[in-house]
Structure formats: structure tokens, C-alpha cells
């Protein structure tokens, strides 16, 4: 059995689409399947299309989430709900193309565990694609991963890499990263990339740069490790300016004591300070939210 997972937020108009179409291609490659849609409680008529869907075809399972979760956090709701040998998690806006899966599960059975989908002549706006390139750059460099921003959460994966990700008890949700972390023997092919058939991308600059942030904070401490080698250069270059001055002060070329610099070094410093107590702070917060183990979704109703 084949599963597939996809969060839903505002696309009460393409569901009918995005079903119908997952339903030619499953018939085509012949295996048994089910669809998890994962209402992350969309605003729109989502879900009242997502149960009209759910009694017209049983392999239709729908999920509503008490709240706004957010599109990672909807995915594992969708996940622990999963049955297939397989699972392929996609998006709901019609860029994932439902016609790619046939190509991920074929190149699946060749003996991966995870295939990832790398989308060929991306169809997103400019903003959006330099949002995400932006996201990426970001990410990599504080987190130390090699991540392709051309690779999304669209592809196929078998149960036990799904089995060892919903172990993950991280309270912060980014599935890449967890795909990315487990390992497994993996691989990417090209695939196409489709129009959005309504709306817009919830996740705009600002967005995409805090879940970057939230991400990096709880996945790695590499934003620690360069508020300490900063510290570090600050008193190397600290002590050559203090033998700089003690030299000036003994052969008496100093002939009035600088105040300006003095209180600019003080500001300066007790910015660097406060940085470093705010990054830690960060830390310190995470690590209670953990701490406190409350779930990272909620689901209201199930059909």
C-alpha cells in the first residue's frame, strides 16, 4: 500500500482536483493506496470539501487540526496516521505534480528507501523563489547542511524511514531536516514542477527567515560557537590595541586620553554582551519549551 500525505490550507478549490488526479495515477500503477489530507485548520471551506471528498471515496482519510499548527506539524499529523509500505508526502497546491509519483515509486523500487522529487524549471514567482534561496543560505551556513532548495517535502518514502522521523521527539517540526538526519539510502531525481492553481505561498521573507531561525536554534549551536569565536577575537584584538596604547603611553605619545573612544568601546562591547545573553536566552527558551513536551498538533476531527 501506497500512502499519501498532504497538508491543506486554503484550497477549498483545488482538493477535487488534486484527488482526482491522485486516483489516476495510483490506478495506473496498481497498487493499493490511501489519502491522508491534513486540514491545518485553513480558514477557507477546505474542510467542508475535504468531507464531501471523504464520503464519496473511502481511500479519502480527512484529519482537522484544532488550530493553525503550521504546514510542518499538519505533515507528521498526517503521518502517524499512515498505513502504506510506502508514503509520498506532497503539497496540495497542484505544484507537486501527482503524475511525479508514478516516477518517484518506480525509481523507489530499485532499492531506495527515501526518493526526493528536485523540481526542474521552478513555475514560482520571483519573490518566492528568492525567498527560498534566501531561506536555504541561511539555513546551510548555521546549521552546517548541504541542503537543495530545489528539493522540497515532495517524494516518496518507506515506512521505516517515516517510523524513524515520528520518533524524532524535537518540538520544533521541519521534515526535510529529519529526512535529512535519519539518513537511509536515498537519492533525488528531477522532476516537474507545476503552476500554483490558487492563492499565494503562505510563507513569506519574514516567515521563512524565522522558521530558519526557530530550526537552527534546535537543531544546532553553531550561532553559540560564533558568538564565541567573536568574543575571542574581540579580546585578541583587545590585548594588541592595549600593548598598542601601553607603547604610546611610555614613549609619551599620548597627550590626551580619548573619551569618545572610550564610550564608544563601552557601547560597543555592552551591544556584543547583550547579543550573547540574547542568543543564549534563545537557547535557554527552546530548551523549556522541549522541556515541557506539550504535542506539537492537536486533531479535532477525523473522517
Known amino acids: 500500500m501506497i500512502s499519501i500525505v498532504s497538508p491543506v490550507y486554503r484550497a477549498e478549490k483545488i482538493l477535487p482536483i488534486l484527488v482526482s488526479e491522485i486516483n489516476l495515477v495510483m490506478e495506473r500503477i496498481g497498487e493499493d493506496y490511501e489519502i491522508i489530507l491534513v486540514d491545518d485548520r485553513s480558514p477557507d471551506n477546505s474542510w467542508e470539501v475535504m468531507k464531501v471528498l471523504s464520503s464519496q471515496n473511502p481511500k479519502i482519510k480527512s484529519i482537522r487540526l484544532s488550530r493553525n499548527f503550521g504546514q510542518h506539524s499538519a505533515i507528521f499529523a498526517g ?81 521505516k524511514v517515516i517510523d524513524s522521523i515520528l520518533n524524532i521527539n524535537d518540538y520544533i517540526k521541519f521534515f526535510p531536516l529529519f529526512i535529512n538526519w535519519v539518513g537511509f539510502r536515498n537519492i533525488s531525481i528531477p522532476i516537474e514542477h507545476g503552476e500554483r492553481e490558487e492563492g499565494k505561498s503562505s510563507y513569506s521573507i519574514s516567515r521563512l527567515l524565522k522558521l530558519a531561525f526557530n530550526v537552527i536554534i534546535s537543531f544546532s549551536d553553531k550561532p553559540l560557537r560564533l558568538f564565541i569565536n567573536f568574543g575571542l577575537g574581540i579580546s585578541i584584538l583587545s590585548f594588541i590595541l592595549g600593548i598598542y596604547y601601553l607603547y604610546l603611553s611610555i614613549t609619551h605619545k599620548i597627550t590626551q586620553p580619548g573619551f569618545s573612544s572610550l564610550i564608544l568601546s563601552i557601547w560597543f562591547l555592552s551591544g556584543i554582551i547583550i547579543s550573547c545573553i540574547g542568543i543564549v536566552g534563545v537557547y535557554l527558551g527552546k530548551t523549556f519549551d522541549q522541556a515541557k513536551n506539550r504535542p506539537t498538533f492537536i486533531i479535532d476531527e477525523e473522517l
Open 79 to 159: 503521518l502517524t496516521k499512515t498505513k502504506g509500505d510506502w508514503v509520498v508526502v506532497m503539497d496540495c497546491d497542484m505544484q507537486d505534480q501527482p503524475k511525479e509519483i508514478a516516477k518517484l515509486y518506480k525509481k523507489a523500487l530499485e532499492g531506495y528507501d527515501i526518493v526526493l522529487g528536485q523540481r526542474e524549471n521552478r513555475k514560482d514567482k520571483f519573490l518566492k523563489k528568492l525567498s527560498s534561496k534566501l531561506f536555504y543560505k541561511v539555513f546551510n551556513y548555521l546549521s552546517g547542511g548541504q541542503f537543495n532548495n530545489e528539493i522540497g517535502n515532495f517524494g516518496i518514502y518507506k515506512k
